[in-house]
């Protein structure tokens, strides 16, 4: 067990479970069922790990309210329930990493974009409702990069800022991180790259879901090395 940290704060999409290409497709069938133009892929998963109004609002100001923003959201949830009705696969290395945390008497928590309604689904299905202490969704809280959620989670579990760890995919994770006084992991294997992810300041930037795990259990100085070595830091 890292000594610094009692708590970890997961990402949900593009950092625990293999979902961008369905975030993808989804978002580009709303807009055409709305007669929208169609985003390319850097623009939509530059929005990905918003709350989805925000992040529809973001791609298409002109919604800002009203029936057509409604009706996007409808579309775009109802073609992302077709393609997750077998839930979206855990990256190589989560369930056996995560598992290890429990073991090694971390606190385990995720802070997500999803709706209640769409994570509750996707723990069900993998039959995990009860694997987490917490988990916040950004529609019953702030939308990210607002710390409220790590606020809230923090709260709950009884540990102080500086003791918990954020990981996630997206430079929204990092910030909210910053904003919240914690430290940040970034992996970069999800909806961003490391090169953008870096300008963010994370304490960790990792390409594979294990790299946290040997980290954490080696108390922060494998991969830290590793990482001077590579980028000259």
């Given amino acids: 067990m890292h000594p610094d940290y009692d708590l970890l704060v997961f990402d949900w999409d593009g950092t625990l479970v293999d ?4 975030i993808v497709e ?8 709305c007669d929208l133009p169609v985003r390319d892929e850097a623009a939509i998963k ?3 790990g ?13 919604l ?4 057509c923003l409604e009706r996007f959201r409808a579309l775009y949830s109802d073609h992302y329930l077709t393609l997750d009705a077998e839930p979206s696969a855990f990256f190589p290395g989560v369930t056996e990493a995560l598992a290890s945390f429990r073991e090694q008497g971390y606190r385990l928590a995720v802070a997500t974009g999803k709706s209640r309604r769409g994570l509750h689904r996707v723990l069900q299905g993998h039959g995990w409702l ?18 409220l959620m790590l606020h809230e989670i923090l709260a709950h579990c009884r540990v102080a800022p500086e003791r918990a760890l954020m990981i996630g995919d997206s430079p929204f994770d990092l910030r ?10 970034a992996v970069g294997y999800g ?11 994370p304490c960790l930037a990792i390409e594979r879901f294990d790299e946290l795990r040997a980290w954490l259990t080696s108390g922060g100085a494998e991969l830290k090395t590793l990482e001077v070595n590579e980028h000259g830091g």
Avoid: N
């Fill in 19 to 22: 979902s961008i290409a369905r």
């Fill in 26 to 33: 989804s978002m580009r069938v709303a807009a055409a069922g």
């Fill in 46 to 48: 530059g929005i990905i």
């Fill in 50 to 62: 918003l709350g989805l109004p925000e992040a529809i609002r973001t791609l298409y100001p002109a």
């Fill in 64 to 67: 800002e309210h009203g029936s």
């Fill in 130 to 147: 009860d694997y987490f202490d917490v988990t916040r969704c950004a529609d019953e809280t702030a939308s990210k990069p607002d710390p």
């Fill in 176 to 185: 909210m991180a910053r904003h919240a006084g914690m430290d940040a992991v």
């Fill in 191 to 201: 909806a961003q790259s490391l090169e953008i992810l870096r300008a963010e300041s």
